[in-house]
Structure formats: structure tokens, C-alpha cells
């Protein structure tokens, strides 16, 4: 019969935890074990399990798995219900959610258990629903959420924010709202001693995978994911602890409307480098809960916006706003009457905008062009003298952070940011960007194959390969 393997499997197996996620990397039999963990309950009459998988076909790896095993713990398999039925009379069911509102298929059920395999493939939404409908009047059979992922997908950034950041792997973490415990068990595919042994060329396929698909498919990696829009920003580059504020430099402020959606307040400063400074955030969200707005008057929003400014104590030279804010206000349950716009409002109450940039294009390149970073090189020798990134951001604009490190590019055009996720601070930092755009300078070009030219090369590999973490020889070919 099967049986984990001593290490992250057993662990996984063992936990007592009420969410228990684990994997990360590719590989270390997370399947398996999360169909096995599934039985737990089966010698109970009345266990009621389910597990899940995103779509029908990717289901159909789960129902095959199950063959393997189930059958011969006297499981007989109904294919019109996807239930597997026990002899004690349990029950577990295989079901996907392929559709947002799929989940209310299962409004009404009670299950002990509920599995969710490639979690990172499901919404947040569909996940806590799930979670209401597990519960237990049988005081014998204990209530278990059990989830296995690798890192990347359209829940890449909500699983991280539950799991991973919550507290360091293998140690369980204390919801302080629901007294709940949910804890994180990474595993790699060096875990699982039957691939190794039956595969062992699968490590240098995902050695070969390209560089942000092997980091998370073979080390886990939480930081990178597929289609990552600004994989190179970072708190280590970008980030910085707050510091009392000059006089001198120059500040300015950026606006995103939202009702249901957060609205999006932030201050930004300009040193005599042209150097951006992210310095506040102000961020209409309700917490705890992702992409939710505080339904907030444009009085209540101007006047938020209004204390965080003179907590800066600083003079704000300008403020953009998404020209939306121009519109007027539909009045609520009418299509014909329509009330003052934002901008109005916040005019009466001494706030006043320009209309920004929305060009989403161009905004998405000078968000590019600020997180790279300038290198000034000696002209002679290629030698690098200085280097220094074009924005900064304090570190306590914790939401920024949150949010800007995970967006993802669209999947329908790829140019642009996807629009189905929290980019309310994005799209502020974009109109802040915009605002003041970076002019590329004239450089004389270098000869190519030119003794400067190739040092000037292999400086900026060495740089490269130190500042990612890669080899030297794939630093080298990504450089030019």
C-alpha cells in the first residue's frame, strides 16, 4: 500500500492544521499524496470529502490517480456522480470549478473534507466559498482543508499573501480573526526518492527550463512567476526606510478613482537627480479582503487624501488624476440624471487635479524605464563608476509593494498589464510616471566587437549575474 516518504511528504500527511498547502516546486508527489490524505475519513459512514482540480480535463489526472489506489480499499467508482463510494458508506466526490459561479453547485453540501490540487489555478473567491461549506456535527470526524500548488498562476498572488508570507514554512500560523490554523509545507523534486530513481534526467529538464519557469518549477520560487510584468523590481533595489523629507526637492500627487474597486491616493517626491520617490500611500481597500473598495464618498476620499498630505507636512506642487474623474457622477437608480464629478467635489473642498496621461502603453514603458537601473559608465575604459535606480519607494507602502511586485501582463495582449487583478496602484503610478517622463539621452554608440564594447558586455553580465543570481555564461547572453 502506499505510503509517504519521510521528509516534506510525511509531514504534509501528518499535519493537524486546518489548511495545510503543499509543494512549490514540481515534482515531489504532491497528487498522490493529496488524494491519499482524502481517505482519512473513509471507515466513518458518513464522511463526505471532495477534491478539486480548476477545469474537467485536468480532473480527469485526479480521477485516474484514484484508480490506482481507491479501488482497493473496496472503492467503487460512480462516473455519472464522480463520487467514489466506500463500503462504510463514505463518500468522496472529484468536482471542478471551472467558472466563477461553478462554486454554487455546492451551496447547500457539507463536506469533512476539501482538497484543492494546482490551487494557484482558482480565484480566492471560489477557495473561501469552498471553506464555508466544510464543517462537521460529528464530533468524530475532524473538518480538514488540504491544497497542493506550484507557485505562478491567476491565484499566484493570494496564495503567497496566505500561505507563504504568513509565517516561515512549517510553522503554523493563527488566523487572529477566525482562530483558524493554516500552515505552508515546501517540498522540491528532489523530495520524491521514486521519480528520482524511475527519472532521473527530469532535474535537467527543469534545469533547462527558461530562467523565471526553472526557479519555480525547481526551486520553488514564490518572487517570479510566468508573465511577472516588473520581474526586476525589487524591495533589495527599489525599497528604502522612510527618512525625513527635504524641503528643496519637489512633490506631487497621483489619484485613481474607486467605489466598489480601492481608490488609490500616493505622494511622490523628485530629488535634483530626477530620482522619483514613492513617500505615501493612501489606499481605499477594505482590509483583509483583495480588490475591495470602501464605498466612499468623493467628500470622504478627498478629505483622507487631504490628512495624508499634511502629515507630509510638505508643499504639493501638482496632483494628476485618471481623466475619468472629469465624468460625471451617475445618481443612483438613474441612467438620465447625473450628478458632480469627483473633480468637482474635490474642488470644493480645495483639491485640485490635471488630467493625466492614460496612454497604457507608453505608461507601462516609463514604468520600465524607471525600475531600470542607470548605470554611469566611464567612457574610456567601460568601467562601471556608479549606479543608482531612477524611483525609489519607502518601504511602508506596504499595498504598493504587495501589489505592484505581482501584477501580471495580459494574456490576451501581452504588450500590457492584465486588467483582472488589484492594479489600482499601478494605474496611479502610471499617471505619476507619465506626469514627468523619462527623455532617453543621445549616447554615441560603442563598435560592436570592439575590444570596449565587449568589456563594457562582460561588466554588465557580472553585474547581472550578481544582482539575479545566474550563471555568468547566461548573464552574458542576455546582456548586450
Known sequence: MWKPFPGPQENFCSRGEYEVLFGGAAGPGKTDCLIMVALGGIDHGDYRAVIFRRTFPQLQEIIDRCWKWYPKLGGEYRATEHRWWFPSG???????????????????????????????????????????????????????????????????????????????????????????????IPAKVTDNPALMETDPHYVKRLEALPEIEKKRLLYGDWETFAGQVFGNLSPKVHGVEPFDLPLEWKYFGAFDWGYAK??????????????????????????????????Q???????????AEDELRVKIDYRVADPACWAPTKLKGSNKHFGPSFTEDASREGLFFMQADNDRLRGKQQCHQRFQIVEETNSQTGEVEAEYP???????????????????????????????????????????FMSRPIIPKKHDPIPQGTFQAERRRYIRAKKYSQRYGVSLEAAYNRVR
Open 390 to 432: 531612477r524611483f525609489v519607494a519607502f518601504n511602508n507602502c506596504k499595498n504598493w509593494w504587495r501589489t505592484m511586485v505581482n501584477l501580471r501582463e495580459s494574456p490576451k495582449r501581452p504588450e500590457d498589464v492584465d486588467t483582472d487583478q488589484e492594479d489600482h496602484m499601478y494605474d496611479t503610478t502610471r499617471y505619476a
Open 90 to 184: 463514505a463518500k468522496i466526490g472529484l468536482s471542478h470549478l471551472q467558472h466563477e459561479d461553478d462554486k454554487y453547485n455546492h451551496q447547500g453540501r457539507e463536506y469533512h473534507f476539501a482538497g484543492f490540487d494546482e490551487l494557484t489555478q482558482f480565484t480566492q473567491t471560489q477557495y473561501t466559498y469552498i471553506l464555508s461549506r466544510v464543517r462537521s456535527v460529528n464530533p468524530d470526524i475532524p473538518v480538514e482543508i488540504r491544497a497542493t500548488t506550484n507557485p505562478g498562476g491567476i491565484g499566484h498572488v493570494w496564495c503567497k499573501e496566505r500561505f507563504v508570507d504568513v509565517a516561515k514554512p512549517g510553522r503554523a500560523y493563527i488566523d487572529p480573526d477566525t482562530g483558524q490554523s493554516r500552515v505552508f
Open 297 to 307: 464618498t468623493n467628500t470622504e476620499i478627498c478629505r483622507e487624501i487631504m490628512k
Open 262 to 295: 480601492p481608490w488609490c491616493y500616493l505622494v511622490f517626491a523628485v530629488d535634483f537627480d530626477e530620482v522619483i520617490y514613492l513617500v505615501k500611500e493612501v489606499y481605499g481597500h477594505k482590509e483583509g479582503e483583495s480588490d475591495v473598495g470602501l464605498r
